[in-house]
């Protein structure tokens, strides 16, 4: 039926085609593709998977030039300086509640503190503040004192949220992920010498479970996770938490940091648990073989923001051992 053996990553090495990263300064999800990979590819333009997602997200474009300044969905993922022979993208982590803005109060948009010089304090020196509506929790509270949203104020900022990033992001590497299949055929391998650390698959539904993520850990990444000393990955922990924070706009506090967590166990057994409902990424069977790599899959991914977030600790993930693995 096929043309090409397929090699499965859970059982042999491969050479890397693609890796996932984490930029926690931005904060964004960092993708990078072999160039020689690149070639192998099929055009996107007109092509099922784009032209369903197209209509179901009513997105505004899809860019399919790899060698183009932006590529996916609305043009969510930014092309990059190239990096050892791989083109580098980089997917901007979106922040889910928009304000509107209004001319600053105090500088009259000028960005300057007009009586006393210096940096206007108030607009941060942007020129703009946050628009005002009123609360709509305690408008007809006989105690607007006591309400939570507003603190008693009577207004609230006026804000709206923008789930189209965030679905235009999941989109685009669902897309992406579904191309990389490809890189499991031997006539379609590359010439780097690093191999390839993990496999990774997802989907884009506007439903409950719409937004899962699963795929398979590599020989090599699972025989780095057998070295660490069970316990938690904080730099993985963090990772979901600056994404978490990006894309939420608040404190990481109470029962979402209570219930994010990335753990290594006893013979590379990785358990990674985001905001959610027991929401995660687990072995997807019992009983790991030494010196092979295994499935995993996921449990409860509802939305764009928590797939998001277990991407961003996958990313993190990979740098870790990436820096670790001779």
């Known amino acids: 039926m096929f043309d090409s053996k397929y090699v499965f990553l859970q059982r ?9 990263s984490f930029d926690a300064k931005v904060p964004a999800l960092i993708l990078k593709v072999h160039e020689d990979f690149v070639k ?4 996107l333009k007109g092509a099922h998977v784009v032209e369903t997602l ?17 590529f996916g969905f609305n043009g969510c993922f930014k092309r990059l300086e190239m990096e050892d022979n791989f ?16 001319m ?14 210096g940096d206007c304090l108030v607009c941060n020196a942007t020129g703009q503040e946050k628009k005002m509506k009123e609360c709509f929790s305690c408008k007809n509270s006989l105690y607007p004192e006591d309400c939570h949203w507003c603190k008693g104020s ?3 900022p006026d804000s709206w949220m923008d789930h189209d990033s965030l679905y235009a992001v999941s989109a685009t590497f669902t897309v992406f992920f579904s191309l990389m299949w490809f890189g499991q055929q031997v006539d379609k391998f590359v010439s780097c010498k690093k191999s390839q650390l993990l496999f990774v698959e997802t989907s884009t539904i506007k439903e409950m479970g719409g937004a899962p993520v699963y795929g398979v850990y590599g020989i090599t990444f699972i025989r780095w996770l057998r070295q660490l000393a069970p316990g938690h990955i904080k730099a993985a922990e963090e990772a979901m938490k600056t994404a978490w924070q990006k894309m939420n706009g608040s404190e990481f ?3 979402d940091k209570m219930n994010t967590w990335c753990k290594v166990r006893e013979n590379g057994w990785l358990s990674i648990n985001c905001p959610g409902d027991r929401t995660g990424l687990y072995p997807a069977y019992h009983g790991l073989s030494n010196g092979e790599g295994y499935e995993f899959s996921c449990h409860n991914v509802d939305s764009p923001r928590q797939q998001l977030t277990l991407l961003a600790c996958l990313g993190a993930l990979c740098d870790i051992a990436r820096k670790e693995i001779n």
């Open 12 to 20: 042999e090495n491969m050479p890397c085609y693609y890796e996932l």
């Open 40 to 43: 192998f590819l099929p055009p």
């Open 54 to 70: 197209l209509r179901d997200f009513k997105f505004s474009c899809f860019s399919a030039d790899w060698l183009g300044e932006k």
């Open 87 to 102: 083109l580098v993208f980089s997917a901007e982590i979106p922040v889910l509640e928009k304000f509107r803005m209004q």
């Open 104 to 117: 600053c109060h105090y500088c009259q948009g000028h960005k300057i503190n007009l009586l006393f010089g």
């Open 154 to 156: 009577g207004k609230m």
């Open 253 to 255: 506090e109470g029962i």
